[in-house]
């Protein structure tokens, strides 16, 4: 099951553990996103709210942003206050380039 992990710097990630894992043992689970966002020309601050944003919503991987776009958009709108589509495309590519090997 995928379940969302809490990093010790507050950042969170999508985890893949068995369906019998307990809250502890989330840390060993296979990590499934969201990718390293630390390329976009954005603070540290916005990296790691945008990411935490992501893994709440569900966006782990590529496969998982399909038909999805208004949502990261609004996750966008959420962190910078305004619907950038050009930082849209530039987190796709991410993704893209994550899941297909790039």
């Known amino acids: 099951m995928r379940v969302n992990y809490k990093l010790e710097n507050g950042s969170i990630q999508i985890r893949e553990v068995p369906d019998e894992a307990s809250p502890e043992q989330y ?4 990590l499934i996103g969201p990718p ?3 390329g976009l020309s954005l603070t540290n601050r916005q990296i790691k709210q945008l990411s935490s944003e992501l893994a709440l919503k569900g966006f782990g991987d590529y496969s998982d942003t399909q ?3 208004s949502e990261l958009l609004d996750i966008i709108r959420t962190v910078l206050n305004k619907r950038d589509k050009n930082l849209l495309k530039q987190i796709l590519e ?6 297909f090997g790039g």
């Open 36 to 38: 390293d966002l630390s």
């Open 94 to 99: 991410i993704y893209q380039e994550e899941y």
């Open 67 to 69: 038909g999805r776009r």
């Open 27 to 30: 840390k060993y689970g296979i």
